[in-house]
Structures are given as structure tokens and as C-alpha cells.
């Protein structure tokens, strides 16, 4: 079975502080490994996907994520965090190659920037 | 343009009353998805489809019911027999290529309260 767990329910930084939200998975067949972004009252946005095809996938926003096998973790980073980047972050992991291809979430990482 | 719409945004339910939710899409996608969203708890599938008349459950599907008619529409009936329906329903599809790997595609997602 897939899960995915991401650590910490909440994380503040500060306005310019590097953004580490950290993501790690359990997968039985190779996994694909998304990231997506919910802003409050709204649906969910995908900021960047791994499909195997490179280990150190950028996204939209300045995010990434990288793609570690050996840690079985795909954290998300950014360099400089922006007062616009507060909002909800959500990991989740899909067995495209399996029978059903459905997406498994993480429990979400509540983001708050500090001005 | 492109993509899924979910109505209405906000709904109001007596106890013991169906409710059905409308979930609209225009991106030619063959599956779809309704997930449950409590504070916390990330998102948990109710339950899904991947061509059209047939559906399946997820991981919380009682108190719950589905139909899949046509291609694009996808709608959740909450039924009286759900105990805590309160929550916030979020409606996706996503297509299947042989790259794998594909993204969901979210609505801006139901509030559904209980008075």
C-alpha cells in the first residue's frame, strides 16, 4: 500500500527565509510524486510533479523538489519565501503504473510567512 | 477555458436531508474523483470513476453516493445515513496516458455544513 507523510502540521518563516516542507513516501511499485497548493476556501493547485524522468523538478513559484530514492522522501524547497507563499501544502504520491492511478495525500503543511 | 467546476460553493443542510453535489468538467477526462476535506486530516477519496457508468468506492464511502451518466459530470449525493457531513468536498479528474504520471485537476471545492 502508499502513504505518504509529510512532517509537520505547520512551519513559519520569515519573509526571505528558505521554505523546506518535507514529504516522504512509501511506494511498493516506482512512484510519480506530486505537490499541490490550496489557498484557503479553494481547490487545489499543482505546483510541480516527479515522473521519473529527473530527480530535481522545479515548479511554478520558485518551488522544487527533489527526488531521493535512497530516503524515500521528496522534499519541497524554496529559496526566498514571499508573504504570497502562506497557504496549505499537500504531498501526494500515485501509482500510475498500478490498476487505479488514484492520488494518496499527505495530512498537509500549513505554511505562515513572517513579515 | 478549461476545467472543473464544482456548485454551489457554499450549502446548507438540515439533519436527515440528501444533498447532492454538482461537479462539472470540460477537459475530457475519463476519471474522476470526489475527496473530503477536514482541518488536519488532508484529503480522503469518497469515491471515484474511470469511465463512464462505472464508479468505485474509496477509502470513505458510507453515508455516500455517486452516479457517472455522462463523461463530464460527476455528481455526490450526502445522504442522511453520512453521520458527519460537515466538511469541505473537493471534485477532480485527471486523464490516463501510457507516459503515466498524470496530474489531478481540482474545483474550487463545496462547503457543506450541517444546521
Known sequence: AQSVTQLGSHVSV???????LRCNYSSSVPPYLFWYVQYPNQGLQLLLKYTSAA????????????????ETSFHLTKPSAHMSDAAEYFCAVSD???????LIFGKGTKLSVKP | DGGITQSP????????????????????????YWYRQDPGQG????????????????DIA??????REKKESFPLTVTSA????????????????????????FGQGTRLTVV
Open chain 2, 82 to 105: 453520512q453521520k458527519n457531513p460537515t466538511a469541505f468536498y473537493l471534485c477532480a479528474s485527471k486523464r490516463f496516458t501510457t507516459g503515466g504520471g498524470t496530474e489531478a485537476f
Open chain 2, 62 to 67: 458510507e453515508g455516500y453516493s455517486v452516479s
Open chain 1, 14 to 20: 520569515s519573509e526571505g527565509a528558505l521554505v523546506l
Open chain 1, 96 to 102: 500510475e503504473g498500478g490498476s487505479q492511478g488514484n
Open chain 2, 9 to 32: 460553493k457554499y450549502l446548507f443542510r438540515k439533519e436527515g436531508q440528501n444533498v447532492t453535489l454538482s461537479c462539472e468538467q470540460n477537459l475530457n477526462h475519463d476519471a474522476m
Open chain 1, 55 to 70: 530527480t530535481l523538478v522545479k515548479g511554478i513559484n520558485g518551488f522544487e523538489a527533489e527526488f531521493k530514492k535512497s
Open chain 2, 43 to 58: 484529503l480522503r477519496l469518497i469515491y471515484y470513476s474511470q469511465i463512464v457508468n462505472d464508479f468505485q468506492k474509496g
